[in-house]
């Protein structure tokens, strides 16, 4: 079964810098999906970005960004010019790749709160 | 507009007393599943359905039970609920063809079982 770990309980960072999540997690597969998901106090579970592992380049969404090392089974997402509203509980997750039932499932890993300093 | 909506938003119970968290989804979606959010643990999916009448389990299923009777609707029951159950809950659905979909959720349901 896959696994995923966020070995950091609690980030803080001050306005405008970056910061960087990690994120491990172990499979035996080769195709797959990871995605960081963002939960702000509302409670709300937002996309913030996905990659697929077929992939070599990073995804990037506007100040989010993603170093994929496939090899090494690391997922950690680089926050830049932090904001206020980027405070929140941060999850990392992964998918399995195909059409099967167990393929939809997202396996998540434990969260990281991140603290925005002003 | 497209979404997930689950109700109530916030339950406090006694334990033993039978409950259900209702939720439903607006955009077709054949697949649906639910979510259970502790603090150390993350997110872990109790059961989930690929479509009308098809519900299989998911990693944390004891004590909680299912049903898709309508495509749009997936409500979970907690027939006895206990302590250990006191939890975040999330509805979620997807699009079941597509596998690169997005998963949409729900608000979220906070459950206190004193």
């Known amino acids: 079964a896959q696994t995923v770990t966020q070995s950091q309980p609690e980030m803080s960072v001050q306005e405008a810098e970056t910061v960087t999540l990690s994120c491990t997690y172990d499979t035996s597969e080769s195709d797959y999906y990871l995605f960081w998901y963002k939960q702000p106090p509302s409670r709300q579970m937002i996309l913030v970005i996905r990659?697929?592992?077929?992939?070599?380049q990073n995804a990037t969404e506007n100040r989010f960004s993603v170093n994929f090392q496939k090899a090494a089974k690391s997922f950690s997402l680089k926050i830049s010019d932090s904001q206020l509203g980027d405070a929140a509980m941060y999850f990392c997750?992964?998918?399995?790749?195909?059409?099967?039932?167990?393929?939809?499932?997202?396996?998540f890993g434990q969260g990281t709160r991140l603290t925005i300093n002003p | 507009e497209a979404q997930v909506t689950q109700n109530p938003r916030y339950l406090i119970t006694v334990t033993g007393k039978k409950l259900t968290v209702t939720c439903s989804q607006n955009?077709?979606?054949?697949?649906m599943s639910w979510y259970r959010q502790d603090p150390g643990l993350g997110l872990r999916q109790i059961y989930y359905?690929?479509?009308?009448?098809?519900?299989d389990k998911g990693d944390v299923p004891e004590g909680y039970k299912v049903s898709r009777k309508e495509k749009r609707n997936f409500p979970l029951i907690l027939e006895s609920p206990s302590p250990n159950q006191t939890s975040l809950y999330f509805c979620?659905?997807?699009?079941?063809?597509?596998?690169?979909?997005?998963?949409?959720f729900g608000n979220g349901t906070r459950l206190t079982v004193t």
């Open positions: 359905s690929m479509n009308v009448e098809v519900t």
């Open positions: 997750a992964y998918r399995s790749h195909g059409y099967n039932q167990g393929a939809q499932k997202l396996v």
């Open positions: 955009m077709n979606h054949e697949y």
């Open positions: 990659q697929e592992a077929y992939k070599q």
């Open positions: 979620a659905s997807k699009t079941g063809v597509k596998e690169n979909s997005p998963l949409h």
